[in-house]
């Protein structure tokens, strides 16, 4: 069985390592086929791509781009694409700006609940990626402002909490667009992590589907058997190709390892079969 993992993050976004250290990592564990999705960024992706040539892995180039969708916030993974599109580098720049204002606004709440000099800290915490809410938790957690990281996000980030920030991201239909003009594939990522009910759930992946989502994500690392049954349902009732993905940001998180088998349900078409610079053809039906 081929070890793939389409969805992982550096330090170029949310991650602890840097893309050479993910993929020797990677490589490490058994990987054969890696794709590195960073929020809303390509930027490391050609020194992955590098890496992965020199460690023999297989390298797709990902995204995991942020959507706004009826008051939402969904993930749309794009596999396969190419970072120099316009119309992808376009979308790119819209969100670090909504990520940007979001940052500023977010400080300025904190510096009120007390955290000093809030936003160079968390730039200088972040760099070289722009600051995030788990950024924003530990200068919380630093000043004794709260007792851990998930305290932070339980007291003062979640929605109806003082520091809460309502970010304004892309739309679904023009995510999906630039990933098609970049000749990629659309993934919608982790589809039962969004806190929805089943009937919400139906309403998301008939939006995705009618939108051009052409995959969805059936392993994810933090999935059980049953989460795994009912993606694979899904995506059988919606003609969708399944993807496989770790969600990887650090090695500090034991419970979600690089190159753990991540087996795709066999009734399903994996979408690793469609995308260039995937496996070599010998390999094809392998999984
Ligand atoms: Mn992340
Ligand atoms: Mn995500
Ligand atoms: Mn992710």
Not at 29 to 47: M, N, S, Y
Not at 157 to 174: D, N, S, T
Not at 212 to 237: D, H, K
Not at 258 to 275: H, K, M, Y
Request: proline share 6%; aromatic share 4%.
């Amino acid at each position: 069985m081929l070890n793939v993992d389409l969805h992982t993050h550096s330090d170029c976004s949310d991650g602890d390592l840097s893309p050479e250290s993910l993929v020797l990592d990677a490589a490490r564990a058994g990987v054969e086929c890696l794709a590195l999705t960073d929020h809303d960024t390509v930027a490391g992706l050609a020194r992955a791509r590098k890496a992965a040539q020199a460690h023999g892995i297989d390298f797709i180039n990902g995204i995991e781009l942020s959507v706004s969708w009826r008051g939402r916030t969904l993930h749309i993974v794009g596999l396969a694409i190419n970072p120099d599109t316009p119309a992808l580098s376009t979308l790119i720049d819209e969100l670090q700006k909504a990520r940007d204002e979001r940052a500023t606004r977010l400080a300025g709440k904190l510096e009120k609940l007390g955290v000093a000099d809030c936003l160079a800290r968390a730039r200088a915490l972040s760099a070289p990626a722009p600051p995030g809410r788990p950024h924003f938790a530990r200068l919380l957690a630093e000043d004794g402002l709260c007792s851990s990281l998930s305290d932070a996000f339980k007291r003062h980030l979640r929605p109806g909490r003082a520091a809460h920030v309502k970010a304004q991201w892309a739309e679904l239909q023009q995510t999906i667009e630039a990933i098609a003009a970049a000749q990629g594939v659309a993934v919608l990522a982790h589809p039962l992590s969004y806190g929805m009910t089943a009937a919400w759930q139906d309403r998301m992946l008939t939006a995705f589907k009618a939108a051009g989502g052409q995959a969805m994500e059936v392993v994810c690392g933090a999935y059980n058997p049953q989460q795994i049954r009912r993606c694979a349902e899904l995506a059988t009732r919606y003609r969708l190709m399944g993807s496989v993905g770790s969600d990887f940001h650090s090695p500090a998180q034991r419970w979600l390892r690089l190159g753990r088998p991540l087996r795709l349900p066999p009734q399903l078409s994996p979408v690793w079969q469609r995308l260039h610079g995937g496996p070599p053809a010998g390999l094809e039906g392998v999984a």
